[in-house]
């Protein structure tokens, strides 16, 4: 059994099919199952009236639960799974809505395209469904910033994160990816109810996806038509990111494109200073969304290969 032709499978799958709406209707994603058991988990054991000691421990407690048993299963599935070609393609079909090819760019393109339009509004309203910021705050600079930042960060959360651990680990390396950015996605926030009990999972987040948030800059930097920008903007500018990793995609994404990203952004009522990624070059176009999303399609293409050629040359 090949992990790495099974991780190029589910990306072909999720690329060409997405998460269809109708097996959607029918039985749910695998992230709302997890989703679901977190928000259950949430409830019965983040009590507010609890110390912040307690309720770190606590919620160290429930995220690895939680990532526990969704490997446990993955597991138990995979052992299932006869060692030869049909146990790879069985692999790959069970990895694929794990996978988020499709969505990340349907997400991104149902800005770009109003935006490139003229469609303000239009554009505001699709990037409220990918961002936390205050949409009616951002001018089209804003949204176009805001929309590519989500898909530089994302790339990597999304897609390039779970298949490298699915191509380590096969099914329960990819599960425990993402039941780790899941629970990073719904208690790692530095609010008063989940800054403490939140806190393991947002640094397991952080843990995982030190490699692959610097493969996916080095995926932007290699697709582009200006490389050597990227890898200099990653190299001078990914650190100072507020994130960890966040920065790696970003700071490649900005440098390919020659814009710059991150800066002050308002969240509600509250703005949030944070400095600038690739500070000199100037706000993103309209027609930058269009550019990135280009980008995007030709690191994915990258990425499935960087994928299928090892795993075919170590069968063959």
Known sequence: MSYLLAMALALALDALLGWPARLYARIGHPVTWIGGLIVALDRRFNEPSRSDGQRRFRGLAVAL??????????????????DNPLGTLALGVLAWPLVAVRSMHDHVAAVAVPLAAGDLPGARHAV???VGRDPARLDAAGVARAATESLAENTSDGIVAPLFWGALLGLPGIAAYKAIN???????????RHEAFGWAAARIDDLVNLLPARLTGLLFA????RPGAALRCMARDARHHRSPNAGWPEAAMAGAL???????RIYGTRVAQEPWVNGGAPDPAPGDLMVALRLYRRAMWLCGALLLLP???AVL
């Open 65 to 82: 639960a939680v990532i526990g048993l969704c490997a446990g299963l993955a597991a138990g599935l995979m052992a299932l799974l006869p």
């Open 128 to 130: 409220s469904m990918i």
């Open 258 to 264: 020659g814009i710059r990203l991150s800066g002050p």
């Open 222 to 225: 290699l697709a582009s038509a």
């Open 182 to 192: 899941t629970l990073d996605s719904m208690i790692g926030h530095r609010t008063p």
């Open 311 to 313: 795993g075919l040359i």
